[in-house]
């Protein structure tokens, strides 16, 4: 899915997101970033790209 550009695009900023990606893995999560121009613009993709990283079956 095509990225319309960083949420957050400062060094501090990417480097507290990897740091709480990193935790959040750690303890299981699955991490699925998402631009907030993407929820705006294109829900529908977001919607799957969500439901197929989590494993739901879209050709039912």
Not at 31 to 42: C, E, Q
Request: aromatic share 6%; with cysteine; charged share 30%.
């Amino acid at each position: 899915m095509p990225h319309f550009g960083a949420s957050h695009s400062h060094d501090h900023e990417i480097d507290r997101d990897r740091d709480r990606d990193q935790r959040l893995r750690a303890l299981g999560w699955n991490i699925v970033p998402i631009t907030n121009k993407d929820v705006l613009y294109n829900l529908d993709a977001v919607c799957t790209h969500i439901l197929r990283s989590i494993g739901f079956d879209l050709s039912r």
